[in-house]
């Protein structure tokens, strides 16, 4: 079993930054990928970015590029998500995934088995 624990999150004003922060525990030995996912009330989950661990730089969303950034400490099995220049449309929870290295990096949440309770993220304008 493996647990996901996220700390971070909040209120921030447009242009503001957070920092989100995951740490996976537990039977975290076959754990190959971390991402974050996020999701706005009265939308669909979408994802972030995700990051393999030693297989590369992180992979992002579109609409995140420059403005985000993820990264792990210590190993595999944490992750980081520090969000700048956040915008209204940011808004939303934020949850923690965690998934085996299949073959190759995938932002797809259906792949990632293990999910965090999630951290609200609120950027007013």
């Known amino acids: 079993q493996v647990r996901l624990m996220e700390s971070g999150g909040g209120s921030v004003q447009a242009g503001g930054s957070l920092r989100l922060s995951c740490t996976a525990t537990?039977?975290?030995?076959?754990?190959?990928?971390m991402g974050w996912f996020r999701q706005a009330p009265g939308k669909e989950r979408e994802t972030v970015g995700v990051i393999c661990t030693g297989r590369g730089p992180a992979s992002y969303t579109d609409s995140v590029k420059g403005r985000f950034t993820i990264s792990q400490d210590n190993g595999a099995y944490s992750v980081n998500l520090q969000m700048n220049t956040l915008k209204p449309e940011d808004t939303g929870m934020y949850y923690c995934a965690a998934g085996q290295w299949l073959g190759m990096v995938s932002t797809a949440a259906n792949l990632y088995q293990y999910w965090g309770q999630g951290t609200q993220v609120t950027v007013s304008s």
């Open positions: 537990g039977s975290t030995y076959n754990i190959g990928c």
